[in-house]
């Protein structure tokens, strides 16, 4: 016969050994503030929480550096100084004073020397003579226009508009006119006129030279207007502007000049070689300005080089253009469409 082992409870309501492990056990789990296996699975949530926490954590910190790299991305770059030689306006106001002081010069010593003769000093800066101080400038303002003429040529590449033999023609011609000034090629046409004259049997009322030179001159619009129809509007605008008021003072009024002498108008002479010497100056002035909006100088601070290029046509306002209507077209432009070679960069 077997023995069984019956655990009775105890006084106290415990039972037996089995009762007491039983008890023991829920005891220390409530002390621990738990209910048993339930809660150990439970405990361990703190943890994967701050698994989680700092997963998100990484999460926001990568999106914040992607922000903060494609803001830097976005940034603009720092700020490039654009130097515009000659047409920086000290250039310019230097160019424009030292015109001023040669005719101030020319009609102080003019009207000095009839009540002090001064020969020396009148015929250095007299306008109205050759191989002096004043011939000098005036030469010296039409070969700046042809030396920037012939950077311009330098700086073009195979698709500007117009091209590089266009602007070594420009500058070829420019500095022509450079040189007439001191050695006075246009005087030379003079035999030109008067064989005309003989041949015509009619006497010119000005310098015998102005008939051949006016065709000259003629010629010369017309070849400079078609080559500057292929130049950006202000550009072309510019040049052409300058060269009709060299041409009214080289042509026009040195013409009004010629008739004045035959007919001893002094003092009318006198103002009308001002005016026309001015006006040949000052013209070159214009060019001056213009062309150097054209070739930029570009100096970057940072890397401390300069970069020479030249300006596109500035771009029409967004919107729709004229003839068709549709949506101007944005973007990079077409080869056909820029102007310029790439930055010839020097040394700053």
């Known amino acids: ?61 990568a999106e914040a550096d992607a922000e903060a790299a494609q803001a830097a991305e976005a940034a603009p770059a720092p700020p490039v100084e654009r130097l515009t030689p000659p047409a920086r306006s000290w250039v310019l106001w230097g160019a424009g004073g030292i015109t001023v002081l040669v005719l101030a010069a020319d009609l102080l010593t003019r009207g000095f020397n009839h009540f002090e003769p001064i020969p020396s000093i009148r015929r250095m800066v ?59 090629l246009h005087e030379r046409l003079g035999e030109v006129g008067k064989s005309w004259k003989d041949t015509a049997g009619v006497a ?23 080559w500057a129809r292929r130049l950006p509007r202000d550009l072309r605008y510019g040049l052409l502007g300058a060269l009709g008021v060299y041409l009214g003072g080289a042509l026009v009024v040195e013409a009004f000049n010629g ?58 306002r967004p919107g729709r253009s004229k003839r068709s209507g549709r949506p101007k077209r944005s973007g990079r432009p077409k080869r056909s469409e820029r102007a310029v070679t790439p930055s010839v960069r020097q040394a700053a």
């Open 126 to 184: 007299n306008v109205d003579l050759e191989a002096n101080l004043a011939t000098w400038w005036n030469s010296t303002l039409l070969l700046s226009v042809a030396g920037v003429a012939l950077a311009a040529a330098l700086l073009s590449g195979r698709d500007a508009r117009p091209g590089r033999l266009s602007w070594l023609g420009f500058s070829a011609a420019t500095a022509t006119l450079s040189i007439d000034e001191t050695v006075s």
């Open 1 to 61: 016969m077997t023995d069984l082992e019956i655990h009775q409870p105890d006084a106290d309501g415990t039972g037996g050994r089995a009762a007491d492990s039983a008890s023991k056990t829920k005891a220390d789990a409530e002390a621990d503030g738990g209910d048993g296996p339930s809660e150990v699975r439970e405990g361990i949530r703190p943890g994967a929480e701050a698994a989680e926490t700092a997963e998100a954590g990484a999460e926001v910190v």
């Open 259 to 316: 008739w004045a002498h035959k007919n001893d108008h002094s003092l009318t002479l006198m103002l009308g070689t001002l005016v026309e010497e001015g006006l040949e100056m000052g013209a070159c002035v214009v060019a001056l300005a213009v062309l150097g909006r054209y070739v930029v100088l570009e100096h970057d601070p940072v890397t401390g080089r300069t970069s020479a290029f030249l300006r596109t046509e500035r771009p029409e």
């Open 204 to 226: 010119l009322p000005s310098h015998a030279w102005v008939l051949p030179g006016a065709i000259l001159a003629v010629a010369g619009v017309v070849v400079a207007v078609v």
